[in-house]
């Protein structure tokens, strides 16, 4: 088993490798990561450091990306955001896959009647628009931080329970599972050593495209002013704040706006590379062509 994951794993890194744009997503994600960990070290100034005088400079050697209406460090304010963004990103990313895998086994293992309720649940969230269903979830709970990953990691919940009980309902049908409840096997060692690994691979990838849509709804939330909350930075936040001065200081929404984008593409370059690699009817394709030659 260790062998076989081993060898997926090489051949997942390997294809990786020669796929460009796979390797250029890979590398802004990494920079991504360096930025939230390390951001308020490498910004030039204090992020909430207020200079009048300064007030709506455009982009300068003294001030890279220019500074806002209050005088402040537009490059400082991108820099430290990141964090914000990673931390939105993966926090409501892991609620949603934590919950999602949960009910998606449970849904997809025992069937019948805790399939009909897990599953009408998913089915009641998946009915709301994201935007629309993370948005009532912060009013009722108030806006914040916190509030927004619980709200982005419930709205991306249904996602995570459907793709988990589809791969669940094919698998259990396999012969080794039915080899392992015909033993005697307990349904959690079962789940555990048969059914999660072999379900890991959509997942994955669906993890890697969620985190993308998890950063731009932290995005909408925040431009919504029910994110995070001034005078801390945030990349949708300031986009909002920038909405007024569109004209006269087109940085204040340029350099925040092109963050999004290069953070989304990124994760979305690498998901679909992903997605492209653990398809099992791409392996069967490759290795047919490495049998060929």
Request: hydrophobic letters at 55%; charged letters at 15%.
């Amino acid at each position: 088993m260790s062998g076989g994951s081993d060898g997926t794993l090489r051949r997942t890194l390997s294809a990786l490798r020669h796929d460009p744009p796979a390797v250029a997503g890979t590398v802004v994600l990494l920079l991504l990561l360096v930025v939230g960990v390390a951001g308020r070290w490498l910004a030039p100034a204090g992020v909430n450091d207020v200079d009048v005088d300064q007030m709506l400079r455009p982009p300068s050697l003294d001030h890279p990306f220019g500074t806002d209406e209050l005088g402040r460090d537009v490059l400082s304010r991108v820099l430290v955001a990141a964090r914000v963004s990673l931390e939105v990103g993966l926090v409501s990313v892991g609620i949603a896959l934590l919950v999602g895998v949960t009910v998606g086994l449970l849904a997809g293992w025992y069937r019948g009647w805790v399939d009909n309720v897990l599953m009408r649940g998913m089915d009641v969230l998946f009915a709301f628009p994201v935007l629309l269903l993370a948005v009532a979830i912060v009013a009722v709970l108030g806006p914040g931080l916190v509030t927004a990953m619980v709200a982005i990691g419930v709205v991306y919940t249904p996602i995570f329970a459907r793709v988990t009980r589809a791969g669940v309902l094919s698998v259990r049908e396999q012969v080794f599972v039915r080899a392992a409840v015909s033993i005697g096997a307990s349904d959690a060692r079962i789940i555990r050593r048969h059914v999660l690994p072999n379900i890991a691979a959509p997942l994955i990838v669906q993890t890697s495209l969620s985190l993308a849509f998890a950063i731009l709804s932290e995005a909408a939330l925040s431009f919504l002013g029910l994110g995070v909350q001034p005078p801390d930075p945030a990349w949708g936040r300031m986009l909002y704040d920038g909405r007024g001065f569109v004209t006269e200081a087109w940085w204040l929404g340029v350099f925040p706006g092109a963050a999004i984008f290069l953070t989304v593409l990124a994760f979305n370059l690498v998901g679909d590379a992903l997605r492209d690699v653990l398809d099992p009817r791409q392996l069967t394709v490759s290795e047919a062509n490495r049998s060929r030659a």
